[in-house]
């Protein structure tokens, strides 16, 4: 009897320790279908239902941070973004460390157009997908880094073409933004993606691709100079000692792309009168004239890709009202643009140089050493950093001209960097410093002449300028220019140029 | 009664986790019960358990407190109380920093894989060509059984293989091109239940075209230097070059002809 009284006693024992087990369990079971129909809610796009299951599962289990992550999906997606965000919060505090967690908190960041802090938190993520938004906001890396997928011929290069064809449109990178669309139509061809059909159809109607598109340009420029040194020479030896003079100019430009090819011409005038001293400085008083071209050929259909650039620039100088023609120049050359890394361009280009002094020079048969008409090459480097509001420009060259008399003839050097700032409010600041190292001759055998057969000139100067944008078509300008010319006597000199004007542009 | 306890004691089993997402085929395997069942949305998955995708097969799993497992097309694996074992295919797995979440083991061919709460990884096993592990975020102790005595860190963003008949290769960095296939292949099955890509159409969408500005005529080619002051700088090298006095004087300057060079040389007798 007492057997059977042990046995049911276990048994009572052993039920209610099941019961409860039974409870706890069913908790459980009650748990996961309730996440697991949200989760299928969700893939459903049926956010509001997916909402009720994810609410009820978190009355069971309070603490799990999978639970707030799909809490805060269902959210953002039903545009309750405060609420999403506060969500995501909390699964972040229970621990949710997930990637999808900073997407979703990303996507609501630009849904509500705050790129900063969509930046900060796509930094951070290292997914394709992340990588895609980070290229919305134009980050230079995520472009880079996006256009290594262009070449997958699945979907994530559909995606990443359309995308990054869309920003080199933004960017007004047409070349690119075409070649890019059409990767684009390849791929929607190949795969028939249904989704992003329409809106690569939409965008190459918006791109104009495959017709001729061209846009213009003019500029008006007017400033009032104060300069010190307006004749170029050394101390004691100058007519004047400052003056104040008007320069006006005006640069029309155009811009035609076609295929995979972008052609830019600009047409630039100057006109500089002196309100003093004018009787001596009637021979400063220039007008310039300069047509200027370049065709560039975009090398890859990369967002920013290398570009092969053929240049071609007449210039033209005459002086008192055209009655002195001081010189006609032809300058041009291949360049090669190549991205280097997210931030940084390198540049370099050949060019040749002839140009042909008419009034100033005498004929080649009076003094022949004297003669300055020369044909010269010249060759540069240069490194362009591109930050969000700020532009950096390192610069080195090399120039070498043959002159017709031996005197000019002249191998220098230069180096110069420059900066563009973008401040608030409209406020621009441009500044660069430059030296310049050149060397004239030799005249004779330089074997008899020894050093006597050779000059040189070091040159240093720097600019600081302030452009004040009023509206898109109207900026002011404050700008100083100095340069320290360091040469033989009678050829040393200083000039200061201090210029207050506006700009209008088109 | 003894029924009663039994039913009881068959209904204590704590379910492992639920089937939250599948596409195509999979196939779910309880040895307890001889159960062998379609794996659906929905299906609660039991220690002991054996999945199989298909060759289209997609599978997702939540285990609490905070793991989550996708297998891709042709994986096999099994769940265990104390690890889930791999023998093969394509995983993904996050395990969440949540409470009481202890670090996940995961049974490979080669060796033994130690998922640190707070971390995503994704491996791959295919027969003959070996094991790849990608540590996408946290990090990864892995036993390679090569070197049993050494257990090795793998973290974020790093990359390791255990392949047949090859000496370690020890770690190296992974890249987002390794892994995204798989990633963007979860997505499309997910529905982009984010909407990222629904946030992309929409900006593609509205995009509005600019026409980078016709570049102006000192840039075509850049001219010698931007350093002469806005208005001067396409002129006054030119103005300099005509109006400034000539390096060498004229009377400095032999006059046009050959120059002559004589040489005598002394020499004793």
């Given at each position: 009897?007492?057997?059977?009284?042990?046995?049911?006693?276990?048994?009572?024992?052993?039920?209610?320790?099941?019961?409860?087990?039974?409870?706890s369990t069913k908790d459980h079971v009650t748990f996961y279908r309730e996440f697991s129909s949200g989760v299928r809610a969700v893939n459903q796009r049926q956010y509001a239902r997916a909402l009720t299951h994810f609410k009820s599962a978190q009355v069971l289990v309070e603490d799990s941070p999978d639970v707030h992550h799909y809490i805060a999906i269902c959210l953002a997606q039903l545009n309750q973004h405060e609420e999403a965000k506060t969500a995501l919060q909390l699964s972040k505090k229970l621990g949710n460390t997930s990637l999808e967690a900073d997407e979703v908190e990303a996507v609501i960041h630009l849904r509500q157009s705050n790129v900063p802090a969509a930046r900060r938190v796509l930094q951070n993520v290292e997914s394709l997908p992340s990588t895609w938004l980070l290229a919305t906001t134009g980050d230079n890396r995520a472009i880079m880094e996006a256009a290594r997928f262009l070449s997958m011929s699945d979907r994530r290069g559909l995606i990443t073409s359309t995308i990054l064809a869309t920003t080199a449109a933004i960017d007004g990178r047409r070349v690119q933004a075409q070649k890019l669309a059409e990767l684009a139509i390849t791929y929607r061809s190949r795969l028939g993606d249904i989704i992003w059909t329409n809106a690569i159809r939409d965008m190459n109607e918006r791109l104009g691709a495959g017709r001729v598109l061209f846009?213009?340009?003019?500029?008006?420029?007017?400033?009032?100079?104060?300069?010190?040194?307006?004749?170029?020479?050394?101390a004691g030896e100058s007519d004047v000692s400052n003056a104040v003079r008007l320069s006006n100019s005006f640069e029309a430009a155009m811009a035609v792309v076609f295929s995979d090819f972008r052609y830019d011409t600009a047409v630039y005038g100057l006109h500089r009168s002196y309100f003093t001293d004018q009787s001596f400085l009637s021979e400063y008083a220039i007008n310039g004239l300069s047509w200027a071209n370049r065709l560039t050929f975009v090398l890859s259909n990369r967002s920013r890709g290398a570009e092969l650039a053929l240049n071609l620039r007449l210039r033209d100088l005459y002086a008192d009202n055209f009655s002195i023609h001081y010189a006609a120049t032809i300058e041009g050359g291949p360049s090669l643009r190549l991205p280097v890394s997210p931030?940084?361009?390198?540049?370099?280009?050949?060019?040749?140089?002839?140009?042909?002094?008419?009034?100033?020079?005498?004929?080649?048969?009076?003094?022949?050493?004297?003669?300055?008409?020369?044909?010269?090459?010249?060759?540069?480097?240069?490194?362009?950093?591109?930050?969000?509001?700020?532009?950096?420009?390192?610069?080195?060259?090399?120039?070498?001209?043959?002159?017709?008399?031996?005197?000019?003839?002249v191998t220098g050097l230069s180096l110069s960097g420059r900066i563009l700032a973008d401040l608030s409010g409209g406020l621009i600041l441009r500044t660069g410093a430059g030296v310049a190292l050149g060397r004239f001759g030799p005249v004779g055998d330089a074997r008899v002449l020894g050093p006597a057969a050779i000059r040189t000139e070091g040159r240093l100067y720097g600019d600081i300028s302030f452009l004040i944008q009023f509206t898109s078509w109207l900026r002011l300008s404050l700008e100083n220019f100095f340069l320290q010319n360091s040469g033989r006597s009678g050829h040393a000199y200083t000039d200061n140029v201090v210029s207050v004007g506006a700009e209008v542009t088109y | 009664m003894l029924t009663s306890i039994f039913l009881a004691l068959a209904m204590t089993s704590t379910p492992a986790g639920v089937v939250t997402h599948h596409a195509g085929h999979s196939t779910l395997f309880r040895p307890s019960v001889q159960l062998v069942s379609t794996a659906t949305s929905g299906q609660l998955i039991h220690f002991g358990d054996a999945i199989e995708t298909s060759e289209n097969g997609y599978l997702e799993l939540f285990m609490s407190p905070g793991i989550t497992l996708r297998a891709t097309a042709s994986s096999e694996l099994s769940i265990s109380k104390d690890f889930v074992l791999l023998s093969g295919g394509r995983v993904w797995l996050r395990v969440q920093k949540a409470a009481n979440q202890k670090p996940v083991q995961l049974r490979v061919w080669g060796g033994q894989i130690s998922i640190v709460p707070g971390s995503t990884i994704m491996t791959e096993y295919v027969k003959g060509r070996g094991l790849y592990l990608t540590v996408i975020r946290g990090a990864a102790r892995v036993l390679d059984k090569r070197q049993p005595n050494?257990?090795?860190?793998?973290?974020?963003?790093?990359?390791?293989?255990?392949?047949?008949?090859?000496?370690?290769?020890?770690?190296?960095?992974?890249?987002?091109?390794?892994?995204?296939?798989?990633?963007?292949?979860?997505?499309?099955?997910?529905?982009?239940?984010?909407?990222?890509?629904?946030?992309?159409?929409?900006?593609?969408?509205?995009?509005?075209?600019?026409?980078?500005?016709?570049?102006?005529?000192?840039?075509?080619?850049?001219?010698?230097?931007?350093?002469?002051?806005?208005?001067?700088?396409?002129?006054?090298d030119l103005l300099e070059g005509s109006v400034r006095p000539p390096p060498f004087y004229e009377n400095e300057v032999p006059p046009k002809g050959p120059n002559i060079r004589v040489e005598v040389n002394f020499e004793g007798d």
């Open positions: 009897m007492n057997w059977l009284l042990g046995v049911v006693l276990a048994a009572q024992v052993a039920t209610s320790s099941v019961t409860e087990t039974i409870d846009d213009t340009a003019l500029s008006l420029r007017t400033t009032f100079d104060y300069t010190t040194n307006p004749q170029f020479r050394a931030q940084l361009d390198l540049e370099m280009g050949i060019l040749g140089i002839a140009t042909d002094f008419i009034d100033k020079s005498p004929p080649d048969d009076v003094v022949s050493s004297q003669n300055r008409d020369a044909v010269g090459q010249s060759a540069f480097v240069e490194i362009t950093w591109l930050g969000n509001d700020i532009t950096g420009e390192l610069n080195a060259s090399i120039r070498r001209e043959d002159a017709r008399g031996e005197a000019f003839d | 050494n257990l090795i860190n793998v973290a974020s963003g790093y990359l390791y293989s255990i392949r047949p008949s090859q000496a370690p290769s020890g770690i190296r960095p992974s890249s987002l091109a390794i892994w995204s296939l798989f990633d963007s292949e979860a997505r499309k099955n997910h529905q982009d239940r984010i909407g990222i890509e629904k946030y992309l159409l929409k900006w593609v969408s509205s995009m509005q075209p600019m026409f980078e500005r016709p570049l102006g005529a000192e840039q075509m080619p850049k001219a010698n230097s931007l350093l002469r002051g806005e208005a001067g700088q396409l002129f006054d």
